[in-house]
């Protein structure tokens, strides 16, 4: 403060350098209540008891800081030879009463006349509280545990879900191939033991939006009884240097941790984009991580029983390195639904609104090249047509064929621009046939 003398200032930095110094902070306390600064002093001595409870030079300096009369003398028992010189009692041989509460008696006691009263500790503890902080600061990452284990225990992992392949309607090539490729040397370990199959995989779904994949990947994990872990772009990015690449560590370590679990990665093209057209090293890094966590190198026991299915609009645009042999190496385009596919979703999405009369058969081959979204949404215009008509000529009107109709022909199917898109790719950038599988949908659909 600009008005402390400087010999207060010089304890004040003493006292700072040296807390724990009791018999320093009195002396401090006594300067600065013979200042007249009286709380100041009733905080230093309320320091000075937390380091030494029992020291009655605190005690007593706190009561007369606080204006409180000191604790009475307690006359001192007569000892075995009587007592002795001038400071021999003068009343009678009575032991003095018992005080309130025992403790050391004052060095320095001050004459008084008459009984004061016992010192209410419990009272001058209240006033104080707020005055004295806290001696030591806690930090809560410190008292959470290790900052790794604790983020890593914070993803969310789903139970073996209920959702099987056999939920799936129709798409009997995209399930003949699952589970051809994928979940038969998984589901009979003995096989898998004599031919040296490891229990670690990796599939990459590709197709047009809207078609699936991630409930087809739901339903993998299913089948395989294994937990679930979705992995977006949002769960991994992170503004501080180096967080990204720990976000991408404890999701592993967390499906380690929870094996049998399928990681499935979301939008696979934002997460491991082409690192030869990524300007920011961030996202670069990101990358590089990735591929060593596929790779278990970061884990000693490796990915055993990590099943890591990824999901994208745009292989094209997917790092090369993330589809090599090891990692994902597999690869299954999932088309927009077949007609059995597309019945199943009419069917669900029709469940619970009131119709009549639906010739689904019409609908079916009406929503030639829609997706799963493309139908919801062909049901969704059909309801509101429905809806409209009842509000105005105020009477309930079912849903009909007719309404179902006239919505498939407003909306075009969403999977035409992807498919545009993707002919290039196939035809020109078929790098190893990667694309045979949409090369023969292309030429099956006389879309060459």
Not at 47 to 61: E, K, N, Y
Not at 158 to 164: I, L, S
Not at 335 to 359: G, K, N
Request: negative net charge; glycine residues 8%.
């Amino acid at each position: 403060m600009a008005d402390e003398s400087p010999l207060i200032r010089s304890l004040r930095a003493a006292v700072a350098a040296a807390p724990g110094d009791v018999p320093l902070r009195l002396h401090f306390a006594e300067l600065l209540l013979s200042e007249g600064r009286n709380d100041e002093a009733v905080a230093e001595a309320a320091v000075a008891l937390q380091h030494a409870p029992g020291d009655a030079d605190a005690r007593a300096l706190m009561m007369r800081a606080m204006g409180m009369p000191p604790a009475p003398a307690t006359a001192p028992a007569e000892s075995a030879t009587g007592p002795t010189g001038p400071t021999a009692p003068s009343a009678p041989t009575e032991s003095a009463p018992e005080p309130k509460r025992p403790a050391e008696p004052p060095a320095r006691p001050e004459p008084t006349t008459g009984k004061a009263p016992a010192f209410d500790w419990d009272a001058a503890e209240q006033q104080v509280q707020d005055v004295v902080g806290p001696r030591f600061l806690e930090d809560p990452q410190a008292a959470a545990g290790d900052g790794a284990a604790g983020d890593a225990d914070a993803w969310d992992v789903d139970a073996p879900g209920a959702v099987r392949l056999a939920d799936v309607g129709g798409m009997d090539e995209v399930k003949e191939r699952l589970e051809a490729a994928f979940l038969a040397p998984m589901r009979n370990p003995e096989l898998r033991r004599l031919y040296g199959k490891s229990l670690r995989g990796g599939l990459l779904l590709y197709g047009p939006p809207g078609c699936g994949k991630t409930f087809i990947a739901r339903a993998v994990a299913g089948e395989l009884g294994a937990n679930f872990l979705t992995v977006s772009l949002s769960d991994v990015l992170d503004m501080w240097i180096g967080a990204s690449e720990k976000n991408i560590h404890d999701i592993f370590e967390t499906a380690r941790r929870q094996a049998p679990c399928v990681v499935f990665l979301d939008e696979l093209d934002a997460l491991g984009a082409k690192r030869s057209r990524t300007h920011h090293s961030g996202l670069r890094n990101v990358v590089n991580q990735l591929l060593t966590e596929l790779d278990g190198i970061a884990s000693g026991a490796g990915n055993e029983g990590v099943f890591v299915l990824a999901a994208t609009n745009v292989p094209w645009d997917v790092d090369i390195a993330l589809r090599r042999p090891g990692r994902l190496d597999r690869t299954l385009l999932v088309l927009p639904p077949d007609a059995t596919a597309r019945e199943s979703i009419l069917r669900y999405h029709l469940r619970e609104r009131p119709i009549e009369a639906v010739d689904l058969g019409k609908l079916v081959k009406a929503t030639e090249d829609f997706s799963g979204a493309d139908l919801a949404h062909v049901c969704e215009s059909a309801a509101e047509a429905a809806l409209l008509d009842s509000a105005r000529s105020g009477s309930v009107r079912l849903i009909t064929t007719k309404d179902l109709l006239g919505a498939a022909r407003q909306i075009k199917p969403s999977t035409e621009p992807w498919f545009a898109a993707a002919r290039n790719v196939a035809m020109f950038a078929n790098e190893g046939g990667l694309y045979d599988d949409l090369l023969a949908h292309l030429k099956r659909k006389r879309k060459l």
